[in-house]
């Protein structure tokens, strides 16, 4: 029977494959794994490794970053910069830390306490922890064009960056 159900996980995870909208397809992804977690060890998420005030602040600050009005993606791309953040050792390796450094304008100005999170926003933090970083190592972001880093992408929203010199690669 679990060999039954095991194939049945694998024949949808495969059928999602066609899915080309990335919230669309991590929907569908969550609710196989949901489905199947009773014989799965499921992924490890943000749940596992922050806590709730953590949480709450990153999907504030994320919220406020970006707004309801950009694109998902725009949303996974500033968390992956958080997360980039946490693997760089130029900045502190806890998230709390990272996030009450004013690195943030959100946090700078007060405006991550005036947001309502959305769903879309706490989606696109699950997802840019859980998958490889969409950012290609990117360390900042700016929607106007003012740091002196080594532009790496622009999203639609905003522009990437790393520090100068740095192997995109790593």
């Known amino acids: 029977e679990i060999d039954n159900a095991i194939e049945e996980m694998n024949y949808e995870m495969t059928e999602i494959e066609t ?31 922050f806590t709730e005030e953590e949480l709450d602040l990153l999907f504030h600050v994320v919220q406020a970053e970006v707004g309801n009005e950009y694109s998902f993606e725009s949303k996974v791309n500033v968390a992956n910069v958080i997360f980039n953040r946490l693997e760089h050792e130029r900045f502190p390796n806890k998230l709390f830390e990272i996030l009450t ?28 922890y859980m998958f490889p970083d969409t950012t290609n190592g990117s360390l900042f972001f700016d929607s106007n064009n003012t740091l002196k880093y080594e532009f790496v ?18």
Not at 26 to 47: G, H, N, R, W
Not at 157 to 170: I, P, S
């Open 19 to 49: 899915i080309t909208d990335k919230k669309e397809w991590f929907i569908a992804y969550k609710s196989i794994i949901e489905e199947y977690s009773y014989i799965i060890d499921p992924p490890e998420t943000i749940y596992d490794y």
């Open 101 to 128: 450094e004013e690195q943030f304008q959100p946090i700078a100005d007060g405006r991550y306490m005036e947001v309502k999170v959305s769903e879309d926003t706490i989606l696109a933090c699950e997802y840019a």
């Open 153 to 170: 992408m622009n999203d639609g929203t905003h522009n990437f960056y790393k520090l100068k010199g740095e192997d995109r690669n790593e």
